[in-house]
């Protein structure tokens, strides 16, 4: 016969040697602060209330509803009808590399656009998975003319090419128009990253022939982070589900999420452009005005959701973010790779 439950349990309890410790006993504290960085950025509270929601199991009919209406308002405010639409569980960085694995093989061959932080980074993950990867550099905040992108896709033959939209690292809204026709002119895949510019900056995906678009949750869209929207359209399905050899991630396998988001747009979206890009011209103004440089000088090129400044000449940068930390309660960052120490960066605030 088994001892009686509680001397079971006192001695269960006794066999703890490490005590529980002293912060899981207090309530959690989060400080207020104004995030102005390049995200995440304050979130309203009618969204923070939706996380308070309860929980439902990912396989309850009312969980399909909810996964259906989130994929209907990632194609509306992708501009696409592309029925491949997910949100997919991680940061930016789950959907770069969810974009990357799927749609190459190692030894094929990908074309990175370099003028910051971004594309260094997806050349990184491209070139882990054992892909053939060339790269086009321009310093922080260049632009690629779609001449210089279309000898390169010659030269190369790759079968994606990658171009981040909103180059949060410089503040840079890089033109996307005529890519996506050049793209399918070599048959290459043009996959475009919106992490930094979705909802504050322009982009059709469907008009605009961009075959894979992804962003993420906690920049200009207001929310927590944790969620990265992404969609294919029909010619990176093609390729992507036509493969010989598995992708290396089984987490970010568009086989298993496609299958489980049972893959099948309205009010806003130009409101939010118009209003990012007023909100941004008054923040351009006070700062000049101020004295202030910005670092991109073209207005048209500026990414209306980050703004970099350009560190005044005699000044610490790394002192300067700490003062406004300390004193006003602000976040802003010193620039990001190769623009580290270059500029200072701050987003938008909304609320
Ligand atoms: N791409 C761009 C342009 C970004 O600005 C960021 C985040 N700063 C990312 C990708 C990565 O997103 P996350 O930090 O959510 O992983």
New binding site residues.
């Given amino acids: 016969m088994s001892a009686p439950l509680q001397p079971r349990l006192d001695r269960a309890m006794s066999s703890v040697t490490i005590p529980p410790p002293e912060c899981m006993l207090r309530p959690l504290e989060v400080p207020f602060r104004y995030l102005f960085g390049?995200?995440p950025s304050n979130v309203p509270p009618r969204v923070l209330a939706a996380g308070g929601r309860g929980i439902i199991g990912h396989l309850h009919p009312e969980m399909y509803e909810i996964m259906n209406d989130i994929k209907k308002g990632i194609q509306y405010a992708f501009q696409t009808q592309n029925n491949m639409t997910i949100a997919m569980s991680?940061?930016?960085?789950?959907a770069?590399e969810c974009a990357v694995f799927n749609t190459v093989e190692p030894g094929e061959s990908v074309l990175v656009a370099v003028n910051g932080i971004?594309g260094e980074?997806v050349a990184e993950i491209a070139e882990r998975m054992g892909a053939n990867v060339h790269i086009m550099v321009k310093a922080p905040g260049g632009v690629f003319s779609n001449g210089e992108i279309e000898k390169a896709l010659a030269k190369h033959k790759p079968v994606l090419f990658f171009l981040?939209h909103?180059?949060?690292?410089a503040g840079l809204a890089h033109p996307v128009d005529g890519i996506g026709d050049l793209c399918r002119k070599h048959n290459t895949l043009f996959l475009v990253?919106?992490?930094?510019?979705l909802g504050a900056s322009p982009i059709f995906m469907d008009q605009q022939n961009i075959d894979i678009l992804y962003t993420?949750?906690?920049?200009a869209l207001n929310a927590p982070?944790g969620t990265?929207p992404i969609s294919f359209n029909e010619r990176a399905c093609q390729k992507m589900f036509n493969r010989k050899t598995k992708p290396v991630s089984y987490l970010f396998d568009m086989a298993h999420l496609s299958n489980y988001w049972g893959n099948d747009g309205q009010p806003g979206l130009e409101e939010s452009w118009r209003h990012h890009r007023e909100v941004a011209g008054y923040l351009w103004k006070g700062l000049e005005d101020m004295g202030l440089k910005l670092f991109i000088q073209n207005k048209d090129l500026r990414l209306p959701s980050?703004t970099t400044i350009a560190i005044p000449e005699g000044y610490n940068w790394r002192e300067m973010l700490q003062y406004i930390m300390k004193h006003h309660n602000m976040e802003m960052t010193g620039g990001?790779g190769p623009s580290t120490g270059m500029v200072s960066v701050r987003g938008v605030l909304k609320f």
Avoid at 90 to 94: F, I, L, P, Q, V
Avoid at 166 to 169: A, F, I, K, R, V
Avoid at 193 to 197: E, K, L, P, Q, R
């Fill in positions: 390049p995200g991680g940061s930016g960085h789950a770069m971004w980074r981040t909103g180059e949060s690292s990253d919106t992490v930094a510019s993420g949750s906690q920049k982070p990265a980050v990001l």
